[in-house]
């Protein structure tokens, strides 16, 4: 049993900790370790990749107490792949917040930002659905006092709105856990797919009722429709950096459905069919207004924020299909709006501070227009899905997998309309921000200091999707024997109940 398996829980916990009790005070001590920390965790995370290549599920027992008595956390090459994936979006925007102030405009940032991090990893390792809601509640806090970092009203209502939308999932959330413990007895994730494969069907009402409550809490967190309405004017008023490191915080919602319709409620079961007859209208549904907001924003927060949302539409488009091909599509596209929407994100604060506010209209010409016409237009390409980046690479294997479904008519319509729409919006932003004339008698703004590693963040995470397009050929083999392994409910059964690790 590696003791590594806990501490991408342990590293940022500790660091949070330190910061806010040793450090308050010092923000230069504060920025130095919280980086340091958060390279660590990149570190930390190539390496539990290297370990989880093998196909082999490792099992940590923390008291070495044994499953399902124990709580475990339990790595496999998806929570080893997102691990790595929120460790480098979490280092490069925080590097942007260092190299744009942002971190300096209010109190306890990157203690919040460790313990935001706590909550990440260890909702993607936990193998307990007790602890996947107090892991949740742990990233929820943190982002709680990261998203109205740096007051503001427009900030400060938001966040009131998001706490109170998230306060009622969480409701949801242990509501949900409650009936799934009265229909099988555990929330050891690994024993419950034993005892929820021994129910009969006739018996199965209650479970399906726990189901179906959790996936609407899951549905809350990856902002699907119509639970998306706390996405918008969230990611629209936080902090630049926070809300491109939000952007991962949509695909935890979207990894729970994946692991518990995968391992809890298998394909061919009662709970599958009702669960995913509901999701997949969800995911078009949801593609089709982040697509139709994109084009209707008058506000560049915004429409960042819907490009989000319509990105979460096409992943779970994939992830509806339940099967090792949509589920490989799944997790290289996952990876894919991961990157592109927090580069969005960074790119469009860049804009801000630039401009001097976000609205779409004639301005005066930023500083160093050309090169941020370059960024907003290079993450544009692939937010949007367009060639040559690997946006399209993804949407092409998203249709490739629904190319069976009954209503892939639908979904192909779907998909291929909102990515035009997509590409208009995005284009009529591009034209007011950097090529319309200017307001007559207004004067120019001047270019923030201290710019440098800001510019260099954004570009690290689109070199990070450059590098996604041109080894496009291994990054689906991983994502191929991803999904091979997630849909092997015996082998993760396996190496948590029986005590030896598993192999696919």
């Known amino acids: 049993m590696s003791h590594l398996l806990i501490a991408p829980v342990l590293l940022p916990a500790v660091l949070g900790a330190v910061i806010i009790l ?22 930390l995370a190539l390496w539990l990749n290297l370990l989880a290549a093998d196909d082999t599920i490792r099992v940590y027992r923390l008291g070495n107490w044994a499953a399902p008595f124990g709580i475990v956390l339990v790595l496999d090459r998806l929570a080893a792949l997102l691990l790595l994936l929120t460790a480098v979006l979490a280092l490069a925007v925080q590097l942007y917040a260092v190299g744009s102030g942002w971190d300096r405009r209010g109190w306890h940032f990157h203690a919040l930002w460790q313990f935001q991090l706590m909550g990440i990893c260890g909702a993607f390792l936990t193998g307990d659905a007790f602890n996947l809601f107090v892991f949740f509640e742990v990233l929820l806090i943190a982002s709680y006092g990261l998203m109205v970092h740096g007051g503001g009203e427009m900030r400060l209502r938001a966040g009131v709105q998001y706490i109170a939308y998230n306060l009622a999932g969480s409701v ?64 629209a008023n936080a902090p630049g950096p926070v809300a491109a490191l939000f952007a991962v915080m949509t695909k935890v919602g979207a990894y729970g459905i994946m692991r518990f319709m995968t391992l809890v409620f298998p394909q061919d079961t009662v709970v599958e069919s009702v669960v995913m007859d509901l999701l997949l209208p969800a995911a078009l549904f949801t593609l089709a207004l982040g697509q139709i907001g994109v084009l209707g924003s008058r506000h560049l927060g915004r429409l960042a924020a819907f490009a989000a949302i319509g990105s979460v539409g096409t992943l779970m488009i994939a992830v509806a299909q339940q099967n090792p ?10 990876v894919h709006s991961t990157l592109a929407a927090g580069a969005l ?24 227009n050309g090169l941020v016409a370059v960024l907003f237009f290079a993450t544009a390409i692939a937010v949007t899905g367009m060639p040559p980046l690997s946006g399209f690479i993804g949407k092409l294997l998203v249709m490739q997998a629904t190319a069976e479904t009954p209503a892939v008519i639908w979904v192909w319509a779907v998909i ?18 950097f090529w319309k004339g200017c307001e007559a008698g207004t004067a120019a703004p001047r270019a923030p200091a201290g710019q440098g590693l800001s510019l260099a963040a954004i570009a690290a995470l689109l070199a990070g999707i450059v590098a996604l397009t041109v080894f496009a050929g291994p990054a689906m ?26 192999t696919k």
């Open 477 to 502: 083999r991983l994502a191929h024997d991803t999904a091979l392994q997630l849909h092997d409910q015996s082998a993760y059964l396996e190496a948590v109940l029986s005590g030896q690790e598993g």
């Open 325 to 334: 091909q949509s589920t490989a599509a799944a997790v290289y596209y996952l």
């Open 416 to 433: 291929l309309l909102g990515s035009l729409v997509a590409i208009y919006g995005m284009t009529c932003a591009g034209s007011l921000l």
């Open 345 to 368: 994100f960074l790119v469009v604060d860049l804009i801000g501070a630039r401009r001097g506010d976000l609205w779409l209209r004639p301005r005066p010409a930023m500083p160093g």
């Open 22 to 43: 040793g450090l308050r005070g010092n923000l230069r001590w504060q920025r130095g370790l919280s980086l340091l920390g958060t390279a660590a965790l990149v570190g």
């Open 172 to 235: 949801l959330f242990l509501a949900a856990l409650g009936v799934l413990y009265a229909v099988t007895g555990t929330l050891n994730m690994a024993d419950m797919a034993a005892r929820v494969a021994a129910i009969p069907p006739g018996d199965s009402a209650l479970l399906r009722t726990g189901a179906v409550l959790l996936v609407l809490v899951f549905a809350i967190k990856a902002a699907l429709v119509p639970l998306h309405f706390w996405l918008p004017a969230t990611y």
